[in-house]
């Protein structure tokens, strides 16, 4: 793991993937639901006082009357300034409008967290690497259903698509 490129915090998002109260509460590894969210919020305090942008990302069921109960963020994350993105699919790009919301406001580093690394995280991670943006990985700020998940998208899959790091050097990189 290297120290993050985030040299201008203007240019740059931290994108959290599905911090809803009843993805936090399943039993994932290899930390738990609590601890990825404790320190996804410490990121984006950092990141919210260098003036970076911070999206929340949260799915919701296609074709249902009601969604089930722990739908919404976790209570006290968006913030004001914050983007709230609302996605049907695996990842956040598809249909969103995600993309031109970035551009319009120059973003060109994505920094991700979430849960599950292997599935809402990479999916999204993917679209953005096809779109051209910069990625970083903050692994500490992540979890899946299974360790060899969580692993496997970590050690094998996020290097090949940006850096690797954790949240502590992505916030001393923040100042």
Do not use: C, W
């Not at 919020?41 to 950092?46: G, I, Q, S, Y």
């Not at 919210?48 to 999206?55: C, E, I, M, P, S």
């Not at 679209?127 to 060899?148: C, S």
């Amino acid at each position: 793991m290297t120290a993050a490129p985030v040299s201008d915090p203007r240019r740059a998002a931290l994108v959290l993937v599905d911090l809803m109260e009843r993805v936090v509460a399943l039993p994932l590894e290899p930390r738990k639901g609590t601890e990825v969210l404790a320190t996804a919020e410490e990121l984006a305090t950092a990141f919210r006082r260098a003036g970076a942008l911070v999206v929340l990302v949260r799915a919701e069921r296609p074709a249902v009357a009601e969604q089930p109960p722990g739908s919404g963020l976790v209570p006290g994350l968006l913030r004001d300034g914050d983007l709230e993105v609302v996605k049907r699919t695996v990842g956040a790009f598809q249909g969103t409008g995600l993309d031109e919301r970035l551009r319009e406001r120059g973003i060109t580093t994505l920094v991700f967290g979430g849960i599950a690394t292997n599935l809402g995280v990479e999916s999204t991670a993917r679209a953005a690497a096809d779109l051209g943006y910069d990625l970083v990985f903050a692994e500490d700020a992540m979890a899946a259903l299974t360790g060899a998940e969580h692993e496997a998208s970590v050690r094998l899959d996020f290097p090949r698509l940006g850096t690797v790091t954790t949240a502590s050097r992505l916030r001393a990189a923040l100042g």
